[in-house]
């Protein structure tokens, strides 16, 4: 097909596109039965309006009191006094104290130094401090470091006496 019988083929589906969309000039014939329905409309029983406003007025709510809100959402910074714990929870046990977690000690290596033909071993502590460098005898975030093996340290808590010990990971 060439472009003149494409524009023909198109112009003449538009132009029947326009033809048939148009409104029809005469009435039809369902127009005929509205004044029937009209007819219906107008039995159906009226409403006497002062009645409905008298039976409405007498029904009027009751406005809710005001309260005044447990949070502001504007003011910052103001918190609610806390319950007591007597009346949140009267037969609950008080919580239990627990120990506070020993500190932090982590073995990260041993090294080896020759002190007059003597082998000098410095263990290599990484704690909740830093990186410490500890030879026997030391104190170290309440430890006493007891012994340094090769690949071991043993640790003798001050307070208590009990003795912890870290391998090498």
Do not use: C
Not at 10 to 31: D, K
């Amino acid at each position: 097909m060439d472009w003149k019988s494409t524009a023909v083929i198109s112009g003449a589906g538009i132009l029947a596109t326009w033809f048939f969309s148009m409104p029809p000039t005469r009435p039809t014939v369902a127009s005929a039965s509205a004044p029937q329905a009209r007819a219906a409309r107008s039995a159906a029983p009226r409403i006497d309006i002062e009645h409905e406003a008298s039976r409405l007025q007498a029904r009027i709510r009751q406005q809710p009191r005001y309260i005044e809100p447990s949070r502001n959402p504007f003011r910052f910074g103001i918190r609610p006094a806390p319950r007591p714990a007597a009346a949140a929870g009267a037969g609950l046990a008080q919580p239990v104290q627990l120990a506070p977690p020993p500190p932090r000690i982590v073995l990260d290596g041993i090294a080896v130094d020759s002190r007059d033909g003597q082998e000098q071993r410095t263990a290599i502590l990484n704690t909740d401090a830093g990186i410490v460098l500890a030879h026997e005898g030391e104190e170290i975030s309440g430890y006493r470091v007891d012994k340094v093996g090769p690949d071991l340290v043993q640790l003798v808590k001050l307070s208590d006496g009990s003795v912890l010990s870290i391998g090498l990971r």
